[in-house]
Structure formats: structure tokens, C-alpha cells
């Protein structure tokens, strides 16, 4: 990231030691503002091994003050289903029509739901849908016949949180013009669902270390 000149000020007026969250949220909202409403994350490193298949670890999270961000869905569903996920205000609706849009690389939603009966279609976008983590998982509630809830969901503020090959999760927690109180909350959902998903196998310390950020801002580290 170029260090303009926002950056810079933030840098020098941010704590330069891991501080306590709700210190390290006060000092983040007071970053310069940009033309644009930042995104806010946590980055989590975790004492994981994600070569392993059991420390792997992937889930998604409610945060109680919303993430802040307007979530397009796209429901793989047909007959009474569909007809659900529209009510339930789903952006986009469809079956073997929506495959072939996908295929032809019309991807303009950013989560995906579909009805078990979708999925044997759906497979076949693996390769399209995988790399972008928009492939629907019963794991993560985003393959079921309840279209209304998963909808309801997303659109709500649940997040994923979800493991790198380095054993970190980076977790939407809100946006910058957000009030500390309100990251907070949302910071403590994600640090309670990480801290439940930790794998029986993993040794060790499992959370090593927590900062957090703003899209173009440096981070904080925050304490235990």
C-alpha cells in the first residue's frame, strides 16, 4: 500500500503498542476520512496448521451491529422456493438460466444461496464460484430450503470467518463511520465464534495475535 499522506497521520497518531479493543476502536474511528466509507477488519493469527484437514476452520458469524455493507444475493432455487427468495428480497432468482449467466461470467452478487435440490447444477460452477468463496455450504447455512433465513442473514450483517493458508482469519467487523461501541460488539462476536471453532487437534496458543484496520489504514494491535 503507497503511504499517502492520511496513512501517514494515522500512523503517527495510532498506538504504536497492543492496546486494550475497546482503546484500539476509539483510536481507529478518529482516522483522517477518505472519500469513501472504509471497511473495518480483524485479522486473527492463529496457532493452526491449515495443511491439516482437522485445523481447518470456517464459519459464519451474526455481528450484532451489522456489517455495514449492502449484500446482493443470488438464490439458486425454483418452484415454491423461488418464489420465497424473491419475497425475501433476494437481488437475483434463478436456476438453470442463473448457471448459464454464471458461466458466461456474469457474477454480479456477492453471496450465493441455493435449495439441495439446486446443487448437482450448482457443482458445476465449482470452479467459477470456489476461487471467488461464493460456492453455497451447508456448513456455512447457504445450502437449505430455508432461503428466507439465509437471505434474511446476509443481508443482516453475518459474516464468514475463515482460516488462510497462514493460519489467519481476516473478518469484516463494520465500516469506519461505525461508533466504537458498535465495532466492539462486532469485534467480540468474531473473537467468541473463533474462539469456539478452535479445533480439538490444534496445540498450543490458538489465537497468537489480534489487530485491526481500515482499508487504507495501518493497524492497531490489540491486547489480550
Known amino acids: 500500500m503507497a503511504k499517502t499522506k492520511n496513512y501517514k497521520a494515522a500512523q503517527e497518531a495510532f498506538p504504536k503498542e497492543a492496546v486494550p479493543a475497546k ?10 476520512k477518505m472519500g ?15 495443511r491439516q484437514s482437522d485445523q481447518q476452520i470456517r464459519g459464519m458469524v451474526a455481528l450484532p451491529s451489522g456489517s455495514g455493507k449492502t449484500v446482493r444475493v ?3 432455487a425454483e418452484g415454491d422456493a423461488a418464489k420465497k427468495a424473491k419475497d425475501a428480497g433476494a437481488d437475483i432468482v434463478g436456476s438453470d438460466d442463473l448457471v448459464k449467466d454464471v458461466q458466461g461470467g456474469k457474477i454480479d452478487f ?4 441455493a435449495t439441495p435440490d439446486q446443487m448437482a447444477k450448482v457443482g458445476k460452477l465449482g470452479k467459477v464460484l470456489g476461487p471467488r468463496n461464493l460456492m453455497p455450504n451447508p456448513k456455512l447455512g447457504t445450502v437449505t ?14 459474516v464468514e470467518y ?22 466492539l460488539m462486532n469485534y467480540n462476536a468474531v473473537l467468541d465464534a473463533i ?3 478452535k479445533p480439538s487437534s490444534a496445540k498450543g496458543r490458538y489465537i497468537k495475535s489480534v489487530s485491526i484496520s481500515a482499508t487504507m489504514t495501518p493497524a492497531i494491535k490489540i491486547a489480550e
Not at 456477492?110 to 444461496?113: I, R, S
Open 23 to 32: 482503546d484500539a476502536f476509539d483510536a481507529l474511528v478518529k482516522a483522517p
Open 36 to 50: 469513501f466509507d472504509q471497511t473495518v477488519e480483524a485479522h486473527f493469527r492463529l496457532g493452526l496448521d491449515t
Open 74 to 76: 443470488a438464490v439458486f
Open 110 to 113: 456477492d453471496a450465493v444461496v
Open 145 to 158: 430450503p430455508d432461503v428466507e433465513k439465509a437471505i434474511k442473514d446476509l443481508k443482516g450483517g453475518k
Open 162 to 183: 475463515r482460516a488462510d493458508k497462514f493460519g489467519i482469519c481476516h473478518v469484516i467487523i463494520g465500516k469506519l463511520s461505525f461508533t466504537p461501541d458498535m465495532l
Open 195 to 197: 474462539t469456539r471453532a
